[in-house]
């Protein structure tokens, strides 16, 4: 049995995405074995975020300043506008270095069943942010979700009218995918999404 503030440790731990009660406790085994390097650099690290965490006033990132480092960067262009729900969605994006420009996270979807509605999420944002007249495309990233994609049609109808271009992450063939393997939706929105050869 142990002390009190290890097994609060451990319970914090366990309340992490990914982790359970077993692997909080091996977590808690290995820092407290490396009580003078890892924990130290994990209480330091844990510090800063605590004392500098700030959502970015633009577009809703989690950043230690604001406008965040994506916002202020001046090599993202300007003209080009993906629409993530989550700020997950946004890391996993930019992490993949494809997109050069700026983001704006919704922090949601439109959900009838949680009772998310329009002004529950950064819509008007984002709509003041393409009507400033910068931006040139607006990319609806959302997940590929019944609620995602009714968020991205709202959000279509509400740009409409506006000077942009409004596109769409394509759904289809994962890389690597078997035809096979998947199931019929993913079939059908690949075979929706098929494009000309040459
Ligand atoms: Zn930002």
Redesign the pocket.
């Known amino acids: 049995m142990a002390s009190q503030e290890i097994e609060a440790l451990a319970g914090a731990l366990a309340r992490l995405p990914g982790l359970g009660p077993r692997s909080a406790r091996r977590a808690v085994l290995w820092l407290v074995k490396r009580r003078e390097t890892a924990l130290v650099q994990l209480a330091e690290a844990l510090e800063v975020m605590r004392r500098s965490l700030v959502e970015?006033a633009?577009?809703?990132?989690v950043?230690t300043v604001?406008?965040?480092a994506?916002?202020s960067d001046p090599r993202r262009d300007p003209r080009q506008l993906c629409v993530v729900e989550e700020v997950s969605d946004l890391w996993a994006l930019d992490r993949a270095h494809l997109f050069t420009g700026?983001?704006h996270v919704l922090g949601g979807r439109l959900s009838a069943l949680d009772g998310v509605r329009p002004e529950d999420l950064s819509i008007g944002s984002l709509l003041e942010r393409v009507s400033a007249g910068e931006v040139e495309e607006v990319v609806l990233a959302m997940n590929a979700t019944l609620e995602g994609q009714t968020t991205a049609h709202y959000l279509a109808e509400r740009l409409e009218g506006l000077p942009v271009r409004i596109t769409q992450l394509a759904h289809g063939l994962p890389v690597g995918g078997e035809l096979d393997y998947l199931d019929e939706g993913t079939l059908a929105q690949a075979l929706r999404a098929r494009r000309p050869v040459l």
Do not use: K, L, V
């Open positions: 970015c633009t577009c809703g990132n950043d604001t406008p965040c994506i916002c700026r983001y």
